[in-house]
């Protein structure tokens, strides 16, 4: 599976930005994985196949809001509010199984990494 995600930049406090991720293939339930220089990466939030269910972590809840159009294959992650914290490389990942959606270690098909800034 190929996993395109786009949309990243730079953007001040408070503003917002939406990262497309593309799936080629069939459906996945998707992710969208952070990682900050320095730290670990962290499962932000994810979505099932179906985009039924969701999973938000406590950092971005309210915040950030994932979406999928299952016709175009493609997940997008809303970003709202930012905050300098949100800084990061942003990825996208993808598992077959619907099961556990907040659980990253299963997620085992990676897209490349998009940079966001935000500047305080």
């Known amino acids: 599976v190929q996993l395109q995600a786009s949309g990243g930049g730079l953007v001040q406090a408070g503003g917002s930005l939406r990262l497309s991720c593309a799936a080629s293939g069939r459906s996945y339930a998707m992710g969208w994985f952070r990682q900050a220089p320095g730290k670990e990466r962290e499962l932000v939030v994810a979505?099932?196949?179906?985009?039924?269910?969701?999973h938000y972590s406590d950092s971005v809840k309210g915040r950030f809001t994932i979406s999928r159009d299952n016709a175009k294959n493609t997940v997008y992650l809303q970003m709202n509010s930012l905050k300098p914290e949100d800084t990061a490389v942003y990825y996208c990942a993808a598992k077959i199984s619907n099961y556990a959606l907040g659980y990253g270690n299963l997620y085992n098909y990676w897209g490349q990494g998009t940079q966001v800034t935000v500047s305080s």
């Open positions: 979505i099932s196949r179906s985009g039924g269910s969701t």
